[in-house]
């Protein structure tokens, strides 16, 4: 089984987890850069980086309570906004939503984002915060 560890002391941001995860998911022969949840959902798949696509993997999350507020109101409101501003025009109004449910539910948030992404991968098997 394969171990992704993730150290929320290592980013503040979802620009910089995203650098982060890229540095931790993909080897040196990935030539893209990783941007979004779709992309961090199709790696965590398998196939693409340091693990095979039939390969368990178990997440190990330190400092996730700082990067739960990091990736917290602020950031989800950014990244909603951006996405709003490029995302095709049948989809604007579902982002408007997303927005509209991101300031008034605080549980709303990227940092649950991308729990829900590890959550819904096949090979991810187990998840730990600490």
């Not at 993909?26 to 990783?34: F, M, Q, V």
């Not at 109004?93 to 829900?116: C, G, H, P, S």
Request: proline letters at 1%.
């Amino acid at each position: 089984m394969h171990t992704i560890f993730i150290d929320g002391a290592k980013f503040s941001d979802f620009e910089g987890f995203m650098e982060y995860m890229q540095g931790v998911l993909l080897d040196n022969s990935y030539n893209h850069k990783l941007e979004g949840l779709d992309a961090l959902a199709d790696v965590l798949e398998g196939g693409f980086g340091v693990y095979g696509l039939k390969d368990e993997v178990r997440v190990k999350w330190k400092e996730y309570k700082k990067s739960k507020q990091d990736l917290g109101e602020v950031e989800t409101y950014k990244y909603l906004s951006e996405n709003l501003e490029s995302c095709h025009p049948t989809n604007k109004e579902e982002v408007k939503e997303m927005i509209m449910f991101a300031q008034t539910d605080n549980r709303y948030t990227l940092f649950y984002f991308i729990l829900d992404v590890f959550f819904e991968a096949k090979n991810v098997k187990t998840i730990e915060l600490f």
